[in-house]
């Protein structure tokens, strides 16, 4: 099974250096030097890192081959894959494994997943929901108890308003003069 590792970004400086989004939780083996990595769309052929680093939180890599600021442009938006074997690992998935599962509250659908966001402390489940909203949600077993890849769903156990904490809700608020005043509020 191909696994995406990173997402290459824009060049860094004038020496062949990119930018890297990470998608794995093993960066610094994973990007050590001599590593080689497929492109998802096949078009670049294989790219052997040269060089890796941190630049504050951005990983830079240098890829042979890759000497000027024109070549790495030429790498912007490549995916890099390696082949991996299925693990037996039940609480890790892949980002492309979690894509379009359909998100569950109870028996409630309320929106699907379109990402992972992969984060020191802990990943973030990204979530459309069904008005079209992004939910970031922790990927953490109290919030998220089960995945069925099977069955294609994510269920959820959010906290109070998780869902709604950013959304204009309509309140009847007392003037005082029994009136009542209609308002939004966020």
Do not use: C
């Amino acid at each position: 099974m191909q696994v995406q590792v990173a997402r290459i970004g824009k060049p860094h400086g004038i020496r062949g250096e990119v930018t890297a989004l990470v998608l794995t939780d093993a960066p610094d083996s994973r990007f050590a030097v001599g590593a080689e990595f497929a492109v998802e769309s096949g078009k670049l052929g294989p790219l052997k890192v040269s060089s890796s680093r941190w630049n504050k939180d951005i990983l830079l890599l240098g890829f042979e081959g890759t000497s000027t600021r024109n070549e790495a442009e030429l790498l912007r938006g490549a995916v890099l894959v390696f082949e991996s074997e299925d693990d037996e690992d039940d609480d890790a998935w892949y980002e492309h494994e979690l894509l379009n599962l359909q998100v569950r509250v109870g028996s409630e659908v309320v929106g699907k997943v379109t990402g992972l966001r992969t984060q020191a402390v802990q990943d973030l489940l990204i979530v459309t929901d069904t008005e079209g909203d992004e939910v970031l949600v922790p990927f953490v077993d109290e919030i998220v108890p089960e995945v069925n890849l099977e069955e294609r769903y994510v269920l959820l156990t959010p906290p109070a308003g998780l869902f709604t904490v950013n959304k204009e809700v309509s309140v009847e608020e007392d003037a005082g003069d029994g009136t009542g005043v209609e308002g939004t509020r966020k």
